[in-house]
């Protein structure tokens, strides 16, 4: 099978065949031909080098993938060549060859398996000496940029335990801007196989690579005017995953977290949202949940205190009886007299009917209770008085039976909400999503089921389930409310984890932008439509003041002007939880948006230039090629870069392509159904027009009134 070598460039030598050697190895290796040395020596360039081992070595053509196909037939035949001489020219201390073997391996790491059995006998060991040589540094660090850009996990850890020599050399030769780029590349692929994922990293080996000194690197070398793009968009990648889980390396590097502000000031999309993700997770870990307890007697007192008057204010411009605090007390109230009236009728249907509009008004319109009587010595005693249930909140799953034996359609309905609440209450949260999957398949306008859904640890499952709980034809304002509020948490979360996941290709990208685009509109509505005093308006305005920050980007001033109305809001709903007894928590995203408020003005001076001048690399054609050095090392490049197809066509797979895509907002608009909004990458065209997309065929079925239209036209 030809190789390489088979494309006709002149002045290339001929193969020699083993039976004229005149090197001699141990019985069972490989035997060197004669003139071998002599005319890797003749070799002008890395590419005429690798040519003429792929000759001599008779290797398939690792360009295509029937050539790597045949390397793994030939596997150690093949590796048992490439090692002897590798071997020999170590001995001769022939480092062009030597990289030239290097060359080769880098090519066959193109394929997983391969790479494996390459690392699995020493690659890492073969290529690390080389990157010290003037003559096989920038092929070695192209070799590892390739390596790292495909490898696997195992491989990238074991090369970023080689982070520190890497450090050293790019401190070595500071002024080569291949060195920084090629290094700066390796080590961001290397490191993210390290703490990429939101499991805990082991700690021996995250100290083991050296972030704090890396990071400190990263940023010393992006201030440098030889800096090209491709180096500094895969250092911003290698700063933003090391926030999760090293955020005091992070502190402690200088400038870092002003740069990565900074970076939402970005012409481009991809890199504001990127770094949006990477302050969040900074904040995960001094981060606490947004758990407490509603305790009415708080609201009680907190209503006999009254409210200062610019929030009676506010509430009564919203409306009094529209108002959380407001509906909260009177279900309450509602919820005690329906229990002492079941108490004398016993009508467990009457009782479902009150208990599922209560449920559907306010999130805390169920409490436990009992009922009880003085026993002796005056201590109150709970008493039997012929109910099926006494604890109050049991009544809920003996509502539900009396009406579903009904059978009525709004019964059946309401027997859901039930059962629903119960299992939400008793925290049976697997139960309750199994119950309202089994309750939309019956009635799929039934909003409460979606907001049942919706509280699983499933953000893809909970965002789908809220966006069809929002198209709900009859749909309460809490529960609206709380639809939109998961479907911001769900769509955020998204988002920032899809952004950290992706690779290269612009398909990862825009869906993680689609899913924070609608986390950022859901917002707006929330903030627009909930009551001043709802307890969730302080996570949203969270969540809105950041997303705008990262999708609005260089359009807002550097003062951020704009967002004042936002702000003065956000204090306002931190009065109103204060008043009624909610703690002020230090959410992940409270700790986000004042981290990022407070470095704002300090990014914007001390980055700001820079930033200036990465959209300039960015604006141009060829800002995914990498910095041009010698013939030598740009031959071998493109040779890594090119893999034939079997059928003649050719696909690229360097690394050179893994640079942030550029991101309109057209293509984020692909990735959003068009019934109900649901961002994904999944969705079905329509068949008639191939225009609109759709989650499944019961968002196309309710989309269809409005859309076939327009369908038929087209």
């Known amino acids: ?17 083993a039976s004229s050697a005149s090197t001699s190895i141990p019985q069972g290796a490989y035997t060197i031909p004669d003139g071998f040395f002599t005319d890797i020596d003749n070799a002008g360039t890395w590419r005429l080098i690798v040519d003429v081992l792929c000759d001599y070595l008779a290797l398939p053509d690792l360009e295509t993938r029937s050539g790597l196909k045949k390397v793994h037939a030939h596997f150690p035949e093949i590796s048992k060549k490439l090692d002897t001489v590798y071997a020999a020219a170590q001995k001769k201390g022939d480092k062009r060859l030597m990289g030239g073997i290097v060359g080769v391996w880098a090519k066959m790491c193109a394929d997983a398996i391969l790479r494996d059995k390459l690392f699995q006998e020493g690659l890492l060991s073969k290529v690390m000496p080389l990157v010290e040589y003037d003559e096989t540094r920038h092929m070695a660090l192209n070799a590892l940029s390739v390596v790292t850009h495909h490898g696997g996990l195992v491989a990238r850890r074991e090369i970023a335990r080689k982070n520190p020599q890497l450090v050293k050399l790019m401190q070595t030769h500071q002024d080569d801007a291949k060195v920084l780029e090629l290094a700066t590349v390796t080590m961001a692929h290397a490191t993210s196989a390290v703490l990429g994922s939101e499991d805990p990293p082991d700690s021996g080996l995250v100290k083991e690579i050296q972030v704090r000194s890396v990071l400190k690197t990263a940023i010393d070398n992006v201030r440098k005017p030889i800096a090209s793009h491709y180096m500094i968009d895969h250092a911003f990648g290698l700063l933003t995953i090391a926030t999760r889980h090293c955020p005091q390396d992070c502190k402690a590097t200088p400038g870092m977290l002003t740069l990565l502000v900074s970076c939402l000031r970005s012409e481009n999309l991809i890199t504001r949202c990127s770094a949006l993700g990477g302050l969040i997770r900074y904040t995960a870990n001094d981060s606490e949940p947004d758990r407490q307890n509603f305790d009415p007697h708080k609201l009680i007192a907190a209503v006999q205190r009254r409210f200062p008057d610019h929030l009676a204010d506010l509430l009564a411009d919203y409306g009094f009886e529209r108002c959380d605090t407001t509906l909260t007390l009177q279900s309450t109230a ?9 108490a004398q009728d016993h009508d467990l249907c009457a009782l479902g009917r ?10 805390f319109s169920i409490a436990e209770g009992m009922f009880q009587a003085d026993g002796p010595g005056g201590r109150r005693e709970t008493i039997d008085i012929g109910l099926p249930f006494t604890m109050w909140t049991d009544a809920l799953p003996h509502c539900a039976r009396a009406l579903r034996a009904r059978g009525t359609p709004s019964d059946l309905d309401m027997a859901d909400v039930l059962d629903l609440k119960f299992f ?5 949260i697997h139960d309750a999503i199994a119950h309202g999957q089994r309750a939309i398949e019956r009635n799929p306008d039934l909003a409460y089921a979606y907001y049942a859904i919706s509280m699983g640890a499933d953000h893809e499952q909970g965002l789908r389930a809220v966006k069809k709980g929002l198209k709900c034809k009859t749909i309460t304002p809490f529960v609206r409310h709380y639809l939109l509020w998961r479907a911001v948490e769900h769509a955020g979360d998204l988002g ?3 952004l950290q996941e992706a690779r290269g290709e612009g398909a990862d990208h825009a869906e993680g932008i689609a899913f924070l685009m609608s986390a950022w509109e859901d917002a707006k509505t929330f903030t627009a439509e909930a009551p001043p005093d709802n307890r969730h308006m302080q996570t949203i305005l969270n969540w809105y003041i950041i997303l705008t920050i990262a999708i609005k980007g260089p359009e807002l001033s550097e003062d951020l002007k704009e967002l004042a109305p936002a702000r003065r809001k956000l204090d306002i709903s931190e009065q109103f939880m204060r008043t009624i007894g909610f703690a002020i928590k230090k959410t992940q995203m409270r700790l986000a948006r004042e981290l990022i408020l407070d470095l704002y003005p300090k990014a914007v001076k001390e980055w700001g230039a820079f930033i200036r001048r990465f959209d300039e690399l960015d604006a141009r054609t060829d800002k995914q090629k990498p910095l041009s050095s010698t013939q030598a090392d740009d031959d071998l490049a493109a040779w890594l870069d090119k893999m034939k197809l079997d ?19 057209n293509n984020v608009a692909l990735y959003r159904c068009s019934w109900c909004g649901n961002p994904s990458a999944v969705l079905r065209k329509c068949g008639g027009c191939g225009k609109t997309r759709y989650c499944d065929g019961q968002c196309q079925k309710k989309h269809w009134p409005e859309h076939k239209v327009e369908c038929k036209k087209a």
């Open 334 to 342: 509602e919820y005690q007299r329906a229990m002492m009236r079941c």
């Open 1 to 17: 099978m030809p190789g390489p070598r088979a494309k006709g460039k002149s002045g290339r030598p001929k193969a020699r065949t």
């Open 496 to 498: 920032v984890s899809t």
């Open 647 to 665: 059928d003649g066509s050719e696909e690229h797979t360097h690394p050179h392509s893994c640079s942030h895509p550029k991101i309109s907002m």
């Open 354 to 363: 009150t208990l599922a509009a209560l449920i559907q008004r306010t999130e």
């Open 424 to 428: 939400i209450i008793r925290s049976r």
